[in-house]
Nanobody
Framework: QVQLVESGGGLVQPGGSLRLSCAASGTIARVNDMYWYRQIPGKERDLVASITRDGDTITADSVKGRFTISRDDARNTMYLQMSSLKPEDTAVYFC???????????????WGQGTQVIVSS
């Protein structure tokens, strides 16, 4: 059984910084690509950033230059460093990882439960 748990969310002032973490645990053979999404109530869930197993990254235009995605494979953990936060960054942030629980298994998508980020003065 594989689980993803996000942490690090909270309330910050505009212009502040926050680092989100997404830790994978359980029976894991390999973690492939990983993703950060965010969702505002009543809106679609949007892709914020992605990082491949090899470390190649893509960030959405709305956060480019402010957010940095990274991963630590030794800890099966992905991070989202958020700087210069804006009120429009307020959302629930979700992580997704493509994981093989066994090397012979097919890779599957796993989602975390989400962590709330509120940017407000």
């Amino acid at each position: 059984q594989v689980q993803l748990v996000e942490s690090g969310g909270g309330l910050v002032q505009p212009g502040g910084s926050l680092r989100l973490s997404c830790a994978a645990s359980g029976t894991i053979a390999r973690v492939n690509d990983m993703y950060w999404y965010r969702q505002i109530p009543g809106k679609e869930r949007d892709l914020v950033a992605s990082i491949t197993r090899d470390g190649d990254t893509i960030t959405a235009d709305s956060v480019k230059g402010r957010f940095t995605i990274s991963r630590d494979d030794a800890r099966n953990t992905m991070y989202l460093q958020m700087s210069s936060l804006k009120p429009e960054d307020t959302a629930v942030y979700f992580c997704k990882a493509v994981i093989k629980w066994a090397y012979w298994a097919r890779p599957e998508d796993y989602w975390g439960q989400g962590t709330q980020v509120i940017v407000s003065s």
